[in-house]
């Protein structure tokens, strides 16, 4: 009898112990629900961008990282690879295609190396403000075409479109018409769009590295350069400079390329949690650029520079000239995609 009522009360003991166990494991189970990934795993987004930790575009990033950490509870954190971590913008958007990274930014005349005719959007006078380039990019058959076939031929989902400045022109004597640029030798990069800029508006195009600009101007080596107002600050040229003129040739966009891969793989609560986070970023992104901009114009004229608005319409006339040449290149018709952005104002 004390044998039997030894053994019943082990295996009672034994029954209570595996209960209490079961019970610890429905707790670790239901706090992890709790904290939104059901399974206790968070998804790190990769974005990597060529700007620098105090840079709008990096800046802007974080608004995104805090509001999609902090939204999906859990389930999704962003990291961020300033400073050109991952290589270049092109080597970025590749290693996006590649799904080695989520996210990166990119303008949209970039993209014309895979898709041509998204080349257009990078010429100079093609739009005449970014509320324009908006609208033809988003508006237009020709942009909608444009991020259909990123997004299904190479894996990029364009989420966002935020302004990222616009180019202006210095140099060391006044340009206040078209005939001002003639003969001017005019620093730009090994940029088609660029080069094409300076020719046909009569400057002799100069081309050279980024890190040799100033001490060209500084020496005379040549007499002007064109760059966004934050460029020109950043690299202090207008110390080296005594003009400014705004000749708005190019407005710079910057995409919020997501792998598309990626965003499928997201449920449909963190796809929007994503989205209201790239939404947040490009309206930062673009509000950051447009105070900087206004801003910079008043500090340019307080360091001594002189700032002019020659009359832009002999600009525009004398550059599309070149556009026929673009034309070559790109499948489908070239004049249509040209009619549809000139018309979307």
């Known amino acids: 009898m004390l044998k039997r009522l030894f053994m ?17 494991g429905g707790g670790e189970s239901e706090a992890s629900s709790d904290g939104g990934s059901g399974d206790g795993e968070t998804k ?3 974005f990597g961008m060529v700007a620098g930790t105090a840079q709008n575009e990096y800046k802007a990033a974080e608004t995104l990282k805090k509001h999609v950490e902090e939204e999906s509870g859990g389930d999704l954190s962003v990291k961020l690879y300033p400073d050109s971590q991952l290589g270049d913008d092109r080597a970025m958007l590749e290693q996006v295609r590649e799904d080695s990274l989520d996210i ?28 324009h380039l908006k609208k033809a990019v988003y508006e237009t058959e020709y942009g909608k075409g444009i991020h259909e076939e990123l997004k299904s031929e190479h894996n990029w989902k364009v989420a966002g479109t935020a302004y990222n400045g616009t180019r202006q022109t210095t140099s060391s004597s006044a340009i206040e018409s078209l005939e001002d640029m003639e003969g001017m030798k005019l620093r730009v990069p090994e940029a088609d769009t660029l080069l094409d800029y300076a020719e046909y508006t009569g400057a002799a195009p ?41 000749t708005n040739h190019v407005v ?3 995409n919020y390329v997501v792998s598309q891969n990626t965003w499928e793989s997201l449920s449909e609560e963190n796809q929007k949690i994503l989205q209201e986070g790239i939404d947040k970023a490009v309206e930062e992104h673009t509000k950051l650029f447009k105070e900087e901009e206004k801003n910079l114009i008043s500090k340019f004229e307080e360091e001594g520079m002189t700032v002019t608005e020659p009359d832009l319409k002999p600009f525009r006339e004398a550059v599309s000239e070149v ?3 673009y034309l070559e290149d790109i499948e489908g018709d070239g004049e249509s995609y040209l009619q549809q952005i000139k018309e979307a104002k």
Do not use: H
């Not at 082990?10 to 079961?22: K, N, P, Q, R």
């Open 8 to 24: 019943l009360s082990a295996i009672l003991l034994l029954a209570g112990f595996l209960a209490a166990c079961s019970g610890d």
């Open 44 to 46: 790190e987004l990769k």
């Open 104 to 131: 990166t930014l990119a303008e949209t005349g970039r993209f014309g190396i895979w898709v041509p005719r998204a080349e257009l959007m990078g010429l100079p006078y093609i739009v005449d403000d970014f509320d």
């Open 206 to 246: 100069t081309p050279m590295a980024f890190t040799e600009v100033y001490m060209a101007l500084q020496t005379g080596s040549v007499d002007g350069q064109e760059n966004p107002l934050s460029t020109i600050d950043a690299q202090k040229f207008y110390e080296v400079q005594d003009y400014l003129a705004m």
């Open 252 to 254: 710079n966009d910057a």
């Open 323 to 325: 556009y026929p040449e």
